[in-house]
């Protein structure tokens, strides 16, 4: 042994941290918190996304100081862009409203079982939309009833 090495100590096994485990690690998690780790970071890149956008849309997309004439359609274009990205910002405010719901629920023990009848909402459903409220059978009722309300 090399006078400088330091003795060998007892080491417990190294843990394994392979994707396979990581995955049976996530199995065996309860799966409210994996959606509710789902909605806070899908809820975090909307705010982030909203700001930005918002941002886009209030400030001034022309230069004060430029010397060029704007042209009216420059500004119909301008307009057009600036109420499309309002658009999307109020569209994205209503899915962080039903994040935050969807989030409520949790707290509440009510996630994953449907508004309307009741039943466990599938989880293919809650993997595709987090933040829904009911099931497919529910969902399509309420579009047959928009579609003959319209």
């Given at each position: 042994?090399?006078?400088?090495?330091?003795?060998?100590?007892?080491?417990?096994?190294?843990?394994?941290?392979?994707?396979?485990?990581?995955?049976?690690?996530a199995?065996?998690?309860?799966?409210?918190?994996?959606?509710r780790?789902?909605?806070?970071d899908?809820?975090?890149?909307?705010?982030?996304?909203?700001?930005?956008?918002?941002?886009?849309?209030?400030?001034?997309?022309?230069?004060?100081?430029?010397?060029?004439?704007?042209?009216?359609?420059?500004?119909?274009s301008?307009?057009?862009e600036?109420?499309?990205?309002?658009?999307?910002?109020?569209?994205?405010?209503?899915?962080?409203?039903?994040?935050?719901?969807?989030?409520?629920?949790?707290?509440?023990?009510?996630?994953?079982?449907?508004?309307?009848?009741?039943k466990?909402?599938?989880?293919?459903?809650?993997?595709?939309?987090?933040?829904?409220?009911?099931?497919?059978?529910?969902?399509?009722?309420?579009?047959?009833?928009?579609?003959?309300?319209?």
């Amino acid at each position: 042994m090399h006078p400088l090495a330091k003795p060998a100590k007892d080491k417990a096994p190294a843990k394994d941290k392979s994707p396979a485990k990581d995955a049976t690690r996530a199995k065996d998690r309860d799966p409210t918190d994996q959606y509710r780790a789902r909605l806070l970071d899908l809820r975090a890149r909307l705010r982030g996304e909203m700001g930005r956008m918002a941002d886009a849309a209030l400030s001034q997309g022309r230069s004060e100081t430029s010397s060029l004439p704007i042209h009216l359609a420059d500004l119909g274009s301008d307009n057009f862009e600036q109420e499309l990205t309002l658009s999307l910002v109020g569209n994205e405010k209503v899915a962080l409203e039903k994040i935050e719901f969807a989030l409520d629920r949790i707290a509440d023990g009510e996630y994953g079982k449907c508004e309307e009848c009741g039943k466990k909402i599938p989880e293919s459903r809650l993997e595709a939309i987090p933040y829904t409220t009911v099931c497919v059978q529910c969902a399509e009722i309420q579009e047959q009833q928009r579609d003959e309300e319209e």
